[in-house]
């Protein structure tokens, strides 16, 4: 089981070679998301100034995101994943080595649900999680 933070959407959104590469060699995986990283995908459609002056290039891309995201199991933001990942944050706050907010709720949710392993290229904020394994792709 994997978890697929925002980075690995979007290199898949862009076809990068590496995602194909790793989605290719891992055909039975099951792949997760979180409702951050839906949020995060849905905010960088919103808020493209390119995409806001271009209706139909902003509906298309929309689209194809939609469509991904359909792919993956969407976990929740439940009062347990909040929780854990206060408990995630907290620790590296004592620690002197705070992370966003929002990588610390996907942790959050991927510790609770019992997830090891997060592809992602944000190694930096993820490799402080010491229950997580980065998987960079």
Known sequence: MYLADTTFLIDSLR????????????????????EINVFELYLGIYSSKILAKDPELHQKRKNRMEELIQKFQVLPLGRGEIIEAAKLLGKLYRQGKPID????????????????KILTKNKDHFNRIEELVVIQY
């Open 15 to 34: 076809k990068k070679t590496n995602v194909q590469t790793f989605l290719k060699n891992n055909p039975t995986e099951f792949l997760f998301t979180t």
């Open 101 to 116: 907010y929002r990588d610390g709720l996907v942790a959050g949710i991927a510790v609770f649900n019992n997830i090891k």
